[in-house]
C-alpha cells in the first residue's frame, strides 16, 4: 500500500467508501421497496374488492334486468337471481375475487386457495393472513349488505408471492445498476484525482529541478484559479522569490564589499610592507599607523553600514513600531547634527508641533542622519541646510535642502543604488550606502523619497510618510 502513488491510494480510499455507501443504498432500496410493494399489493387488494363490490345485483324478477348493460353472468339466489359484470372475472395485478355464502359456500370466481380459507372467518373490511404452503397470501372480505345480498360475502386474495416476484426484478436491476455506478464514478474519481493533484506533481518537479540546477529563477505555472493548489502554487513561487532575493542580495553583499574593501585592505598592506621592509623613525611609525587606523575605521564603518542595508533589504532583523513623536526625534537629531558644524555649514529647523507616526524611531533617525550627513558633505562653504517637518493632508512629510553643488538630471535616478556617488571629491567620510539606506527606511515606513536638484544650486530631499 505505502508504495502506490497519492493518486491511486485516493481512489482505492474513494472506492470503498462508495461500495459501502451503494451496498448500504442497496439493503435501503430493497427494504423500503418491500414495504412498499407490501403496501401497493395491499392497497390493490382493497381497491379490486371495492370494485367489484359494487358489480353485484340482485333481481327479484328478470323483467327488472337492464338489457342494455354489457352483463354476461347471472346465477340463481334465493328467490331471485344475482347479475355479475363481466369485469369479476378477471384476474387484476394477481389479486383473485370470489362471492361466497355465509356457509363458506362459493357462488362465484376465483380462489387459489380455497379449500385452505374456509376456515378462516369472514372479517368485513379488514387484511388477514393466510399461510398455505410456505407461501403467505392475504386475504380481504367485504360483507354484501344491499337490497337481496345478505348473507353474501365478497372475498379477495393476493399471494405474497406477487411482491417477491417484482421485488427480485428491483434486486437484480439494482446489482447492475449500482456496481456499474462503482465503476464509472470510480474511474471518473481516478481521473479528477489525477487532473486534482497535477498541480502537485508540478510544485514537486519545479522544486526538484530548482534543487538540481540551483537555477531559482524557476517558476511553478500552473496557470489561472483560485483553489488551495494555486495558492499552494502562488506562495510557493513567493518563497522561490524571496529565495531568489536574498542570494542575490548576499551575492551583491559579497561583490561589493570586495570592491570596496579592495582599496582600504592594498593601503594597510603598503604600509604594512614599507614598515617592514625599510626602518623609518618614530614619526613615519605614527605616520603609517595612522593610515592603517584610518583604513580600519572606513572598512568597519563600511561593513557595518552593509550588514544593516542588508539586513532592513532582506528582512532578516525583525524591527518594532510604536507611536512616536516624529517632532521631538527630528528636533533632537538636529541639535545633535548641528554640531557637526561641517566647513562653516549652518543647520536651521522648522518643525511643526505634535507630529506622531507609527514607526521605529532608530531607523527614523538614522534616516534623518544620513540626510543630514549627506547634506554636510555635498554642501558649499559657510552654506546652509534646512530641516523641516509638517503633517501636509494624508501624509507627513519630511525635507532635508541644502545649497551646496546639486545633482544633474541623469544622475538623480543612480543616487539611490549601494555605492554610487554624485562627486568623488567629496567620498571620503562616506561609504555610498547613505541614500540607499534611507530609501530602504522609507520603504520599510510604507513611504518614498523625492529628489529635487539642480546642479550649483542645492537639493532637496523630502520623505512622505502616509499617515
Request: net charge positive; aromatic share 8%.
Given at each position: 500500500?505505502?508504495?502506490?502513488?497519492?493518486?491511486?491510494?485516493?481512489?482505492?480510499?474513494?472506492?470503498?467508501?462508495?461500495?459501502?455507501?451503494?451496498?448500504?443504498?442497496?439493503?435501503?432500496?430493497?427494504?423500503?421497496?418491500?414495504?412498499?410493494?407490501?403496501?401497493?399489493?395491499?392497497?390493490?387488494?382493497i381497491e379490486t374488492v371495492e370494485n367489484n363490490f359494487n358489480k353485484v345485483r340482485f333481481y327479484s324478477d328478470i323483467d327488472d334486468w337492464d338489457a342494455d348493460r354489457d352483463t354476461s353472468h347471472f346465477i340463481d339466489f334465493e328467490n331471485g337471481f344475482l347479475e355479475v359484470n363481466d369485469g369479476f372475472l378477471d384476474e387484476v395485478n394477481g389479486v383473485y375475487t370470489a362471492?361466497?355464502?355465509?356457509?363458506?359456500?362459493?357462488?362465484?370466481?376465483?380462489?387459489?386457495?380455497?379449500?385452505?380459507?374456509t376456515d378462516l372467518k369472514y372479517v368485513d373490511s379488514?387484511?388477514?393472513?393466510?399461510?398455505?404452503?410456505?407461501?403467505?397470501?392475504?386475504?380481504?372480505?367485504?360483507?354484501?349488505?344491499?337490497?337481496?345480498?345478505?348473507?353474501?360475502?365478497?372475498?379477495?386474495?393476493?399471494?405474497?408471492?406477487?411482491?417477491?416476484?417484482?421485488?427480485?426484478?428491483?434486486?437484480?436491476?439494482?446489482?447492475?445498476?449500482?456496481?456499474?455506478?462503482?465503476?464509472?464514478?470510480?474511474?471518473?474519481?481516478?481521473?479528477?484525482?489525477?487532473?486534482?493533484?497535477?498541480?502537485?506533481?508540478?510544485?514537486?518537479?519545479?522544486?526538484?529541478?530548482?534543487?538540481?540546477?540551483?537555477?531559482?529563477?524557476?517558476?511553478?505555472?500552473?496557470?489561472?484559479?483560485?483553489?488551495?493548489?494555486?495558492?499552494?502554487?502562488?506562495?510557493?513561487?513567493?518563497?522561490?522569490?524571496?529565495?531568489?532575493?536574498?542570494?542575490?542580495?548576499?551575492?551583491?553583499?559579497?561583490a561589493d564589499a570586495s570592491h570596496e574593501l579592495r582599496t582600504p585592505v592594498a593601503v594597510i598592506n603598503a604600509q604594512c610592507e614599507l614598515s617592514?621592509?625599510?626602518?623609518?623613525?618614530?614619526?613615519?611609525?605614527?605616520?603609517?599607523?595612522?593610515?592603517?587606523?584610518?583604513?580600519?575605521?572606513?572598512?568597519?564603518?563600511?561593513?557595518?553600514?552593509?550588514?544593516?542595508?542588508?539586513?532592513?533589504?532582506?528582512?532578516?532583523?525583525?524591527?518594532?513600531?510604536?507611536?512616536?513623536?516624529?517632532?521631538d526625534l527630528v528636533r533632537s537629531v538636529c541639535e545633535d547634527m548641528a554640531l557637526v558644524g561641517e566647513r562653516g555649514i549652518t543647520l536651521r529647523q522648522e518643525i511643526e508641533d505634535a507630529v506622531t507616526f507609527t514607526g521605529n524611531g532608530e531607523l527614523l533617525s538614522r534616516l534623518l542622519v544620513n540626510l543630514i550627513g549627506n547634506a554636510y558633505r555635498y554642501g558649499k562653504e559657510n552654506g546652509h541646510i534646512l530641516v523641516c517637518l509638517k503633517k501636509t493632508g494624508t501624509e507627513i512629510e519630511l525635507s532635508v535642502a541644502d545649497d551646496g553643488i546639486g545633482i544633474a538630471k541623469e544622475e538623480q535616478e543612480k543616487i539611490f543604488d549601494r555605492f554610487y556617488q554624485v562627486d568623488s571629491s567629496h567620498s571620503g567620510a562616506g561609504t555610498g550606502l547613505g541614500l540607499s539606506m534611507a530609501q530602504e527606511i522609507a520603504r520599510?515606513?510604507?513611504?518614498?523619497?523625492?529628489?529635487?536638484?539642480?546642479?550649483?544650486?542645492?537639493s532637496r530631499f523630502t520623505v512622505l510618510f502616509p499617515l
Open positions: 500500500m505505502r508504495h502506490l502513488s497519492l493518486r491511486v491510494k485516493i481512489t482505492l480510499w474513494f472506492t470503498a467508501v462508495l461500495s459501502v455507501l451503494v451496498a448500504v443504498t442497496y439493503v435501503a432500496i430493497l427494504s423500503v421497496s418491500h414495504q412498499i410493494l407490501q403496501k401497493n399489493m395491499k392497497d390493490n387488494l362471492l361466497y355464502r355465509d356457509d363458506a359456500t362459493l357462488l362465484y370466481g376465483e380462489n387459489p386457495v380455497s379449500a385452505e380459507s379488514r387484511i388477514q393472513k393466510l399461510k398455505v404452503d410456505g407461501v403467505t397470501y392475504y386475504v380481504f372480505d367485504r360483507k354484501l349488505t344491499s337490497k337481496g345480498l345478505n348473507g353474501l360475502w365478497m372475498r379477495g386474495v393476493v399471494s405474497e408471492t406477487q411482491g417477491r416476484t417484482q421485488m427480485s426484478t428491483i434486486a437484480r436491476i439494482s446489482l447492475v445498476i449500482l456496481p456499474a455506478i462503482v465503476l464509472i464514478s470510480s474511474a471518473g474519481g481516478y481521473f479528477l484525482v489525477r487532473k486534482m493533484l497535477r498541480p502537485i506533481q508540478k510544485i514537486s518537479e519545479t522544486a526538484e529541478q530548482i534543487g538540481r540546477e540551483s537555477d531559482l529563477k524557476r517558476r511553478i505555472e500552473l496557470g489561472r484559479g483560485s483553489d488551495e493548489l494555486h495558492k499552494l502554487g502562488d506562495t510557493f513561487n513567493e518563497m522561490f522569490d524571496k529565495l531568489e532575493k536574498t542570494f542575490e542580495t548576499q551575492r551583491q553583499f559579497i617592514l621592509e625599510q626602518e623609518g623613525s618614530v614619526e613615519d611609525y605614527e605616520e603609517a599607523l595612522t593610515a592603517i587606523w584610518k583604513q580600519g575605521k572606513k572598512m568597519s564603518g563600511l561593513i557595518g553600514d552593509m550588514l544593516d542595508f542588508t539586513r532592513l533589504e532582506t528582512g532578516v532583523q525583525k524591527y518594532g513600531r510604536r507611536t512616536l513623536d516624529v517632532s520599510f515606513h510604507g513611504g518614498r523619497i523625492v529628489v529635487e536638484s539642480e546642479p550649483g544650486k542645492g
